[in-house]
């Protein structure tokens, strides 16, 4: 069984930048769709980009386009979410995730079936 663990969360200024990793205990980066999602305060969780890279797709959500950048490492087995110019509405629960391949096609953010417990960031102004 898949065990993901983020890491990288915290506090930041609005407009300021966050690097979230994810460690997979297995080798999962290269041959799996890995996504991260996020879960603000008092709302349900929503997608926030993903990636299958052997194709080179990666995907996001119009909230953070721009803004974001989702990447991985084969060697590390480790996938980032690059976060930039942080807004007040991206404070949540970070959350990684993983999937079959075909999770990352198409339009949308279904099919993860693995997740991480999360790391919190909190962006304040």
């Known amino acids: 069984q898949v065990q993901l663990v983020e890491s990288g969360g915290g506090s930041v200024q609005v407009g300021g930048s966050l690097r979230l990793s994810c460690v997979a205990s297995?080798?999962?980066?290269?041959?799996?769709?890995m996504g991260w999602f996020r879960r603000p305060p008092g709302k349900e969780r929503e997608g926030v980009a993903r990636i299958y890279n052997r194709g080179g797709m990666t995907y996001y959500a119009d909230s953070v386009k721009g803004r974001f950048t989702i990447s991985q490492d084969y060697a590390k087995n480790t996938v980032y979410l690059q976060m930039n110019s942080l807004k007040s509405e991206d404070t949540a629960m970070y959350y990684c995730?993983?999937?079959?391949?075909?999770?990352?096609?198409?339009?949308?953010?279904?099919?993860?079936?693995?997740w991480g417990q999360g790391t919190q960031v909190t962006v304040s102004s």
């Open positions: 297995t080798y999962t980066v290269g041959s799996s769709c």
């Open positions: 995730a993983t999937g079959p391949w075909n999770s990352c096609l198409g339009s949308g953010f279904g099919g993860f079936g693995y």
